[in-house]
């Protein structure tokens, strides 16, 4: 693997992301996932380096693939709480940062409940001149990119198990599903969708789903579509990927109830019908079952990809810190 090609300095967002760079990440990953399936798990690809794991907000899937990516990686590795930090005797989030700095960290993940966070970090850092990379592990509802991208390669595996890009994308359609409103995910899933030159539908109930949304595409080589009604979504689609119900995020009542949305929005096998034959359903999780998605779906490993979403993860995050720490590594 080479890393003479990439040039980002940080990971906050997804919006300027090129062909070429999804399909360095996209090769790199299978690298690592085939590293992930031998006996002997780990490289020295970043030995010696120290991540941060700076999670302001809950968090069980990312962080622990972070964490244990890293650790795959032979990085060494710091985890945040907030709940036991200083944060509660008045440190600034930028303090703790600087504080984790000072312990010699190389990379910064960084998750928060509010949008920007991880950006205004990695500007504090680049102003200073400090030399820490800093990626975004979701911000409020602005983005979520390492979560994009191995939605990404778990398409991308699918259709190529052993060459992976992102040109294997083009003219396919993909429903999104749900609370697209407070959804970060859909957020960088629509950047990088939309970069592969597949037709990307929308679909939600107006309260979550804004008519601004249909401006996030303009300019991409695909057509982003947005719709209030599930049926032209999921016809003929080739992928549908469904999005919790962000309850803790709402501010407003925006729904009549959960068993009205299930029977509205929610993805059952009669469903699918109007999809292609060979759909799969992808969900960033956590899943409320029986909302989003019927329970039985979620188990169909014929027609689920979320657990090869959470597989996936780990290689991506590899990726991610190895593009990110300069690391090099013949994998052997």
């Known amino acids: 693997m080479s890393t003479n090609s990439w040039t980002h300095r940080h990971i906050l967002s997804l919006t300027e992301f ?3 760079e999804y399909n360095i990440i996209l090769q790199t990953a299978a690298s690592f996932q085939e590293v992930l399936g031998r006996r002997m798990k780990k490289v020295p690809a970043l030995q010696g380096q ?22 795959r990686l ?7 709480a907030p709940g036991t930090s200083s944060l509660s005797k008045g ?5 703790t940062a600087m504080t984790y700095l000072a312990m010699g960290t190389d ?5 928060h409940r509010d949008a920007g966070v991880p950006t205004a970090i990695a ?8 030399q820490v990379r800093i990626l975004n592990a979701g911000d409020g509802q602005h983005e979520h990119p390492s979560q994009a991208l191995l939605d990404l390669f778990t398409i991308c595996k699918l259709l190529n198990s052993t060459e992976p890009r992102i040109e294997l994308l083009e003219g396919k359609k993909i429903a999104i599903v749900g609370d697209i409103l407070h959804s970060r995910v859909a957020r960088s899933n629509i950047w990088s969708l939309t970069a592969s030159g597949a037709e990307v539908h929308l679909a939600g109930t107006p309260t979550l789903l804004p008519k601004y949304f249909a401006e996030f595409g303009k300019n991409r080589p695909s057509k982003l579509f947005v719709h209030w009604n599930i ?5 003929k689609a080739d992928f549908v990927m469904t999005l919790r119900l962000q309850k803790e995020r709402m501010s407003q009542h925006l729904l009549p109830s959960l068993r009205e949305y299930h029977q509205l929005f929610g993805i059952t096998r ?8 060979g759909v799969k359903i992808l969900h960033p999780g956590p899943v409320n079952r029986g909302v989003e998605i019927s329970s039985d779906l979620m188990d169909d490993s014929q027609l689920s990809l979320i657990s090869q979403q959470v597989t996936s993860g780990i290689a991506v995050r590899m990726a991610l810190l190895y593009l990110l720490g300069g690391g090099k590594t013949d994998n052997g």
């Not at 809950?58 to 650790?71: G, H, I, Q, V, W």
């Not at 990379?107 to 998750?111: A, Q």
Request: a negative charge.
């Open 50 to 71: 120290v991540v941060a794991n700076l999670f302001f907000e809950p968090s069980t899937r990312t962080r622990n693939s972070f964490e244990l990516a890293a650790k």
């Open 270 to 277: 009669d469903r699918l019908k109007l999809c292609q034959p």
């Open 18 to 20: 090129t062909p070429k």
């Open 107 to 111: 990379m910064m993940v960084i998750r």
């Open 91 to 95: 440190e600034t989030i930028l303090d």
């Open 74 to 80: 032979s990085a060494d590795t710091l985890n945040f």
């Open 123 to 130: 500007s504090a850092m680049d102003r200073n001149g400090y």
């Open 231 to 235: 049926e032209p979504a999921l016809e």
